[in-house]
C-alpha cells in the first residue's frame, strides 16, 4: 500500500535525498581544493580541469544509458549497486598519490552517480499514488540537493584548514551508506511488471557517450598538442562522426535509446536549453572564482570558503520567494527573468570580476539567484512537453544537460586558461607576467560563458513561446500550477 504523507515514508526519502545530495556535493565540493590538489599531486592545469571533468564528463555521458539499464533490470537494483560503487572509490581517494589517480577515482565516481542520479526521481514518484505528494516528496529532494551545491565550496574551505583535502571526498561514504539503507529498507523491489523488456538500444549508448567525452578532450588537446599535431583534430572528427552516428542510429534503431522527436518538441528542448546554461553557468562561474581567490588574489581556503558565501546565502535564503515569483510572473515570463539573471550574472564577472570583490560578489549572487528559479521551470517545461510515460527519459535527460554542460563549462575555462597563462596556475608563486596573463583569462572565460549561456536562453525563449499557444488550454495550466506548488 502507498504511502499517504511524506512522514510515512521517511525512511524512502531520506535515501533518495542523499543519493541527491551526494550528486550535487559531488559537482561543487572539491573546486574549492584544487590549488591544494594542485600543490599536493604536482598536477598541471589541465589535470586540475580534469579532476574536475572527469566526474561530469562521465557522469552525463553515461546518464541516459543507465537510465534505460535501470527501466529494464531494476531501478532499485541499478541504484544500489551503484551505491556501493560510489563508497568504495570515494574510500579509494585515501590512497591517491598522482593527479592521474585522481583523475581515474572521479571518473569512477561519475559512473556511480550515472547509475543512481536517473533513478532517484522515478522511484520518488513511484512511492505515492497522489500526485500533490508526487510534487512534494520531488521538491524535498531537489532542495536537500541544492544545500549541496550550495554549501558545497563553503563547506569544502572550512574543511581544508584543519584537514586534508581528501576527506572532502572521503565524506560521500557515510552520505552513500545511508542512502543505500534507505533505500533498500524503505523502497520496495522492483515489479517484474513494470520494467521495460525492449532490446537495450547498446550501439547507441556507446556512441552517445563517445560523442560526448570526445567532443569535451578535443580542446584540451588543442592546447598541449597545438594546432599542428594531428591528435586534436582527429579527436574532432572522431565526436562530429560520433554525434551523426548517433543521430543516424537513433532515427533508424527500431527501440532508440533516445527517441530524437521528443528532444524536438518545442518545451522540451527550451527546458534542456535552460538547464544547459544554468550548468554552463554554475560550473563555469564556480571553477574561475575559486582559482581567482585563492591564485591570484592569495587567499587562504577558509577566506575562500567565506567569499562564497553569495551564493550559498541566495541559493538556501532564495527558495521562499520562487513560488511567489512564478505566481506573480507566469512560467514563461519567470524562465526568461531567471535565465537573463544568470547571463547577467556572467557578463558581470566577465567584464569586472578582476576590479574586486565586491563585482565577484555580485555575478555569484546573481546567477544564484537565477538557476533558483530557472531549473524549476526548466523541469516543468520538460515534463509538461513530454508525453506520461515519459518522464523518466525527461528526468534523464535533464540531468544529462545540466552535467554534460557542467563539464563543457569547466572545459572551455580550464582550457583558456591553459592556453593564455604560461607555466602551471599551481605554482607556488607567479610573476607579474603570469598574473597579467591570469586577470586576462579569466575575462576571456567569462565573456565566452556569458556568450554561450546567452545564445542558449535565447534558443530556449524562441521555442518556449512557440509551444505557449498549444499549452493554453485550463488542463494544461492545471498541471502546470500543480507542479509548481
Known amino acids: 500500500m502507498a504511502p499517504t504523507s511524506l512522514r510515512a515514508a521517511w525512511l524512502a526519502l531520506t535515501g533518495l535525498s542523499a543519493v541527491f545530495l551526494v550528486e550535487m556535493l559531488d559537482n561543487s565540493i572539491l573546486n574549492v581544493a584544487l590549488p591544494s590538489i594542485g600543490r599536493d599531486l604536482h598536477a598541471s592545469t589541465v589535470a586540475l580541469q580534469w579532476a574536475t571533468g ?15 539499464i535501470a527501466d529494464r533490470f531494476g531501478r532499485r537494483r541499478i541504484m544500489l549497486i551503484g551505491l556501493v560503487l560510489l563508497g568504495l572509490a570515494s574510500l579509494a581517494t585515501a590512497f591517491v598519490e598522482t593527479a592521474g589517480q585522481l583523475i581515474a577515482v ?24 497522489d500526485d500533490t505528494l ?51 529498507a ?4 522492483d515489479d517484474p511488471a513494470g520494467l521495460h523488456r525492449d532490446p537495450l538500444d547498446l550501439p547507441g549508448a556507446l556512441l552517445g557517450t563517445a560523442a560526448i567525452v570526445l567532443a ?45 522527436a521528443l528532444v524536438a518538441r518545442p518545451l522540451v528542448s527550451a527546458g534542456l536549453a535552460y538547464k544547459s546554461a544554468a550548468g554552463l553557468a554554475t560550473a563555469g562561474l564556480g571553477y574561475l572564482v575559486t582559482l581567482q581567490l585563492q591564485l591570484d588574489w592569495g587567499w587562504t581556503p577558509g577566506q575562500a570558503a567565506l567569499g562564497m558565501l553569495p551564493q550559498v546565502i541566495v541559493l538556501v535564503a532564495g527558495g521562499v520567494f520562487v513560488r511567489p515569483f512564478m505566481e506573480w510572473a507566469g512560467l514563461e515570463r519567470a524562465a526568461w527573468l531567471s535565465a537573463s539573471a544568470v547571463v547577467a550574472g556572467l557578463a558581470v564577472y566577465g567584464l569586472l570580476g578582476r576590479f574586486g570583490y565586491v563585482w565577484v560578489a555580485l555575478a555569484m549572487a546573481l546567477v544564484a539567484a537565477g538557476l533558483r528559479v530557472v531549473g524549476v521551470v526548466a523541469g516543468v517545461n520538460v515534463l509538461r512537453g513530454l508525453p506520461e510515460n515519459r518522464t523518466t527519459i525527461g528526468a534523464a535527460l535533464v540531468d544529462t544537460a545540466s552535467e554534460v554542460t557542467s563539464g563543457a563549462g569547466i572545459a572551455v575555462t580550464g582550457t583558456i586558461l591553459a592556453a593564455m597563462v604560461a607555466g602551471s596556475i599551481a605554482a607556488p608563486s607567479w610573476s607579474a607576467g603570469q598574473a597579467a596573463q591570469f ?38 495550466q492545471a498541471s502546470t500550477e500543480a507542479v509548481i506548488v
Open 216 to 260: 569535451l578532450v578535443a580542446p584540451t588537446l588543442f592546447v598541449n598538442e597545438g594546432t599542428a599535431s594531428w591528435a586534436p583534430w582527429t579527436v574532432t572528427i572522431a565526436a562530429l562522426a560520433s554525434a551523426v552516428a548517433f543521430v543516424l542510429r537513433e532515427r533508424a534503431a527500431r527501440h532508440p535509446l533516445l527517441d530524437l
Open 54 to 68: 572527469a566526474y561530469a564528463v562521465v557522469f552525463g555521458g553515461l546518464m541516459l544509458a543507465f537510465g534505460a
Open 439 to 476: 586577470e586576462q583569462a579569466i575575462t576571456v572565460a567569462g565573456v565566452v560563458l556569458t556568450v554561450v549561456a546567452a545564445v542558449l536562453v535565447g534558443w530556449a525563449m524562441l521555442r518556449s513561446r512557440r509551444a505557449s499557444q498549444s499549452l493554453a488550454s485550463p488542463s494544461d
Open 134 to 184: 508526487r510534487v512534494r516528496a520531488t521538491t524535498l529532494i531537489s532542495t536537500v540537493g541544492l544545500l549541496g551545491l550550495a554549501i558545497g565550496p563553503t563547506t569544502g574551505g572550512f574543511v581544508l584548514a584543519i584537514a586534508p583535502w581528501q576527506v572532502l571526498l572521503l565524506v560521500n561514504v557515510p552520505i552513500a551508506a545511508l542512502a543505500f539503507l534507505g533505500i533498500r
Open 186 to 189: 524503505g523502497i520496495t523491489r
Open 106 to 129: 572521479r571518473a569512477v565516481m561519475g559512473i556511480a552517480a550515472a547509475m543512481t542520479a536517473p533513478g532517484s526521481m522515478a522511484l520518488a514518484f513511484r512511492l505515492f499514488d
